[in-house]
């Protein structure tokens, strides 16, 4: 069990490499005036173009202060930066709640096919049949995956999906009359919960968990009265663990009139074995950037579909593709009065729908069940090795995540934060620190299934040099990262008078 005191610490990938040592000026700092990297055709080619007329209230009379570089001067200053981050291709990125699992490279080459790459959205119906059978495809497999009726891909993130799928509860309200506001969220909940409630003007009333970290029915029944909206739930929770009575507890709210939110955003760890919808939820986003492989944190836009029973389906976000007899897509409008309405301009992130379906129709049915499986394993065998030298919050099995805390290093002064410092050195990103909230200075810790042993022995063993250190060190953990470009960054000063803006040099300025 102990590789540690063999272990080194070394550079993350990519570091002590020519151009990571080196300053990176922002690019408006680089270039010369005068230098270009296009070529446009001369004005004087266009006497009958005038770009006030052309450009109305776009036109500017003054320059942009564009940065003016030559093409391998912006090539140059773009790929260095990249040089400088993290990313999940370069190395684990255990980031709890975030699913941060390889995203294969053929979703890439379908997203980029002309047919798919290449459409617009003000293309007809028409025109876009094969775009439009593939939401309509995906839509079905997630529907399937999941157990629900229908879903709506427009949601542009987790939080969108939330928010869609609390504007449809609050119309399956108002539809029969009533309008209750309350919903009841655990205190493990992700903090997006409260605040979609929050924008629809409805009220999060918190309840807290048990001990073992689950809802007990027992004691949710008493805040289940008739003015709950709704009882929003993850399912694993963000302490990693399978809330075992959830169809005990949506018996309970839809006796009340109520209805069952589930947040989706955990789907990896039960995706196959498991679907909400047979466990009582009603409507559930789910995060095609977290469980089916699009690229998400700072690496592209989201989706967070949201998928709901029949009962939702006249309060769907528009437009609906549907599909006719003849076999003919269409987006459909008009036929839902009752609608939420349109939750964004056009449709939806659609490179994010073709990733997707790639993703799925990669690994079928069985892959994606062994995937999840792998998921809890993966987490479950972190868990086992780690227990030895951390404390471990919730000491039994759990699903695709597992949280520890500083409590075994309390007398070594070394923090939470430090730790994640420190785990950078070693070439990881650190995991999502100081959440779920229930867990005093959590470490929330999710390798995923694409993470091989060998990646998962190597986290281990420096998560173990840490502890180690921590007890016969602690100012290397205390003041890392050592290896990165920039050290330990003065946080306070960084939030007191942040620099968030380059501003062109005026002449009095010195
Ligand atoms: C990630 C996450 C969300 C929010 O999803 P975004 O796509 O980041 O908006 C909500 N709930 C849980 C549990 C999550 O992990």
Redesign the pocket.
């Known amino acids: 069990m102990d590789g540690s005191s063999t272990y080194a610490p070394s550079a993350p990938a990519g570091a002590g490499t020519l151009g990571m040592e080196l300053e990176t000026p922002l690019i408006f700092e680089q270039g010369a005036p005068g230098r270009s990297g296009a070529s446009l055709p001369p004005r004087e080619g266009f006497p009958d173009v005038d770009p006030q007329a052309l450009l109305g209230a776009a036109y500017r009379e003054e320059s942009a202060h564009l940065p003016e570089v030559s093409e391998p001067e912006a090539f140059r200053h773009y790929v260095r930066l990249s040089r400088q981050n993290f990313a999940i291709d370069l190395g684990m990125y255990p980031l709890g ?2 699913t941060m699992k390889y995203n294969p490279k053929v979703n890439e080459w379908a997203a980029r096919l002309p047919g798919f790459g290449r459409i617009h959205p003000f293309a007809p119906d028409a025109r876009i049949q094969g775009a439009l059978e593939l939401v309509w495809r995906l839509e079905q497999a997630l529907a399937e995956i999941c157990g629900m009726d229908r879903v709506s891909l427009h949601p542009a ?4 999906g ?1 928010l869609a799928g609390l504007m449809m509860i609050r119309a399956y309200h108002q539809a029969q009359g009533r309008s209750p506001r309350k919903v009841l969220i655990p205190d493990t909940a ?1 903090g ?2 409260p605040a979609s409630c929050a924008l629809n003007g409805l009220e999060a009333v918190p309840f807290p968990v048990d001990e073992a970290g689950v809802v007990l029915p027992e004691q949710l029944a008493p805040l289940i009265t008739d003015d709950i909206a709704a009882v929003m739930i ?1 399912n694993p929770n ?1 302490v990693g663990l399978f809330e075992s009575n959830i169809k005990e507890i949506a018996d309970l709210v839809h006796a009340k009139g109520g209805l069952v939110y589930g ?1 989706g ?2 789907l990896n760890a039960i995706m196959g074995r498991g679907r909400p919808g047979d466990f009582g939820i009603d409507v559930m986003q789910l ?1 095609l ?2 469980t089916f492989t699009t690229p998400h944190g700072g690496g592209g836009p ?1 989706c ?1 579909p949201v998928a709901y029973k029949q009962i939702l389906d006249p309060f769907a976000p528009v437009p609906v593709v549907e599909k006719d007899e003849s076999g003919q897509f269409r987006l459909d409008y008009a036929g839902r009065p009752d609608s939420v309405g349109r939750l964004r301009s056009f449709h939806m992130n659609f490179g994010m729908v073709v990733r997707a379906y790639t993703y799925i129709r990669e690994l079928g049915a069985e892959g994606l069940t062994r995937a999840s499986e792998l998921a809890v394993l993966n987490a479950n065998y972190l868990r086992a090795r780690l227990a030895d030298a951390w404390h471990v919050a919730y000491d039994r099995v759990c699903m695709h995540e597992v949280v520890l805390n500083d409590r075994k290093l309390r007398e070594t002064g070394v923090t939470t934060m430090d730790i994640a410092k420190r785990l950078m050195d070693f070439g990881f990103h650190p995991p999502t620190v100081y959440f779920p909230l229930v867990v005093k200075n959590a470490l929330l810790i999710e390798p995923t299934e694409t993470e091989t042993r060998q990646s998962l022995d190597l986290f281990v063993d420096a998560m173990n040099q840490i502890a180690k250190e921590a007890q016969e060190a602690p100012e290397i953990v205390k003041q890392a990262p050592h290896h990165t470009r920039l050290k330990r960054l003065d946080e306070a000063r960084a939030a007191r008078k942040p620099v968030l803006r380059w501003r062109p040099p005026t002449a009095d300025a010195d």
């Open positions: 709640s975030c993130a987790g939080a969108h939330e992700h997006t919960n993850t963000t947040d955003a955990n995060n950037h977290k989201g967070g």
